[in-house]
């Protein structure tokens, strides 16, 4: 008897744009909540946003948030990058859903990358 084939991870569509809702919470264009990892090195700074479904507070005002080291927004641009509030690029290096999680790997970019 055959065997299915293993299920690697799906590639997904990329949210337009994710804006802060609350600290640790950004929100998509389909209010779907994302939970930011932050990766710190030397060389870069990276963050896994995490699609995970959480129980949402009050809104928080970016007097609020002034801060807080994530852009308050981030906006879908070609070139699989999203720029922040902050005007700084972050290249989206892998958006699947695995397993059912589903994950975005950013990484900002440095300011003679952004072309």
């Known amino acids: 008897m055959a065997e299915a084939p293993a299920s690697g991870p799906e590639r997904l569509d ?3 744009r994710l804006w802060i809702w609350e600290r640790h919470v950004y929100l998509d264009e389909h209010k779907r909540s994302w939970l930011p990892i932050i990766l710190k090195t030397d ?3 990276q963050v896994i946003m995490r699609q995970q479904d959480v ?3 009050s809104p928080m005002t970016p007097e609020q948030l002034t801060a807080y080291e994530l ?3 981030w906006q879908l641009y070609p070139g699989k990058r999203y720029r922040g509030s902050d005007s700084k690029f972050w290249l989206i290096l892998y958006h699947v859903k695995f397993r059912g ?3 975005m790997l950013l990484e900002l970019l440095e300011s003679e990358e952004y072309l």
């Open 43 to 45: 060389e870069k700074l």
């Open 14 to 16: 990329d949210p337009e």
């Open 71 to 73: 852009p308050l927004l």
């Open 101 to 103: 999680v589903e994950d």
């Open 55 to 57: 129980s949402l507070g």
